[in-house]
């Protein structure tokens, strides 16, 4: 099905997805993976994604050089793809809706031609889509989808590129962990928190004793899972806070259905001075699990590499083995998770893939002196992961409000 589009942007997919969106959790094998380019995928199937082949499509027109519009609509459940043409590094991409161009809330995407994300935004008013390309690429591509909270609408938006833009340099992060104590904490515009000092009792009476090996142990997974990239992890234990730019990561509190929260996804890194929290206190209800505190430590670990990847610029991924995954179960958190390239949540976008180290090594660079660190599973059975996607759950905060203005 093809829709309206000036000279230059071909309409590429038009794509009904009414089963896409999964449960809270996905069976352990296989899962409800909505493949790429717009097949849909029911529940259950054992689907995978094949970003990496050719779409079948055609050949588009002549590229944007200066402006042209894409008008169309979506609903709820539906996504459309625009084909915008070549891009070279260094171009600067905007799309806005013009005035009284949108009857509704919109979430818009960048993709390159193996369907990689490159930029997203959430569009209502004046806010524009805007990136600026890190590497050439053969085709450039805009999603439109409705927003989550929305039923969709029609919209026109404009597509202007500019050349020759400055590429903006990777920016080092520096990660300061809190494990102390903590007043009226606001992170992602919620109410504030107040918390203890961490604290191995807090996770459950079983590691009353194991305070020190528990924080210890979080800090070298976070490490491991950064090591190949530029991020400096210090912790409060160090003493006092660093002395250049750095965001944090507080460890305490509590906050009913969720394990972790971030200020934001912050698209290539943009701001260093950031915020997210682990909540300590929620973990006590997977005291359960019967876990080592290696394993209750590794479960910590990976929300907060989760909730720090937010603040780095990465999204929610659907692969119980990515650290931005939300479709796992709790068992799945206690396995050592890593990013990689997967299949993006359907909340982020309905289609595509979202490919971590590369994002991570635009945002805040490689760190050509590491060596990755070898992955390691717990001893909890397939059996057993397969029973606690009924049985037990999870949440990650940033989802809770996403495409909030």
Not at 160 to 177: D, E, G, H, K, T
Not at 226 to 239: C, H, K, L
Request: hydrophobic fraction near 40%.
């Amino acid at each position: 099905m093809r829709h309206t589009a000036s000279a230059g942007i071909l309409v590429v997919l038009s794509c009904t997805l009414p089963a896409c969106v999964p449960a809270t959790l996905l069976p352990a094998e296989g899962g409800d993976l909505t493949a790429v380019l717009g097949d849909t995928v029911a529940a259950g199937d054992a689907a995978t994604p094949q970003a990496d082949a050719p779409p079948a499509i055609e050949p588009s027109g002549a590229p944007v050089t200066d402006l042209s519009r894409v008008s169309g609509a979506v609903s709820r459940g539906e996504y459309r793809l625009y084909e915008l043409g070549t891009g070279a590094a260094g171009d600067e991409w905007v799309v806005s809706a013009e005035v009284g161009g949108l009857s509704g809330s919109f979430v818009l995407v960048f993709f390159d031609p193996q369907q990689n994300l490159l930029m997203r935004t959430f569009v209502s008013s004046g806010s524009p889509l805007r990136h600026i390309l890190r590497e050439p690429v053969e085709r450039l591509y805009l999603g439109v989808m409705p927003a989550n909270s929305g039923p969709g609408g029609s919209f026109t938006l404009d597509v202007r590129r500019v050349s020759s833009q400055p590429i903006p340099a990777p920016q080092a992060q520096v990660a300061w962990l809190n494990f102390g104590s903590g007043t009226d904490v606001r992170v992602n515009g919620r109410e504030g928190v107040s918390f203890v000092s961490f604290d191995g009792v807090l996770l459950g009476s079983a590691y009353a004793d194991y305070t020190q090996l528990i924080k210890d142990t979080i800090v070298a997974e976070m490490r491991a899972d950064y090591a190949g990239y530029n991020v400096a992890i210090y912790t409060s234990d160090d003493g006092s806070s660093p002395a250049d730019a750095y965001s944090v990561v507080h460890f305490g509190g509590s906050s009913a259905g969720l394990l972790g929260l971030a200020d934001n996804v912050d698209n290539y890194n943009r701001d260093l001075t950031q915020m997210a929290i682990v909540y300590i206190n929620e973990f006590r209800a997977y005291e359960s699990m019967n876990l080592s505190p290696e394993e209750m430590a590794l479960m910590v670990a990976n929300v907060a590499s989760h909730e720090l990847g937010h603040l780095l610029g990465l999204y929610h991924t659907r692969d119980p083995d990515d650290l931005m995954d939300t479709t796992g179960s709790a068992w799945d958190l206690t396995e050592d998770q890593a990013f990689s390239r997967t299949a993006l949540e359907p909340t982020v976008f309905l289609t595509g893939m979202e490919d971590s180290p590369r994002l991570l090594a635009h945002g805040v660079g490689y760190n050509a002196a590491a060596k990755p660190a070898a992955r390691r599973k717990s001893p909890v059975s397939r059996a057993m992961r397969r029973f606690a996607h009924e049985e037990l759950q999870y949440t990650c905060g940033t989802c809770v409000n996403l495409d909030q203005p």
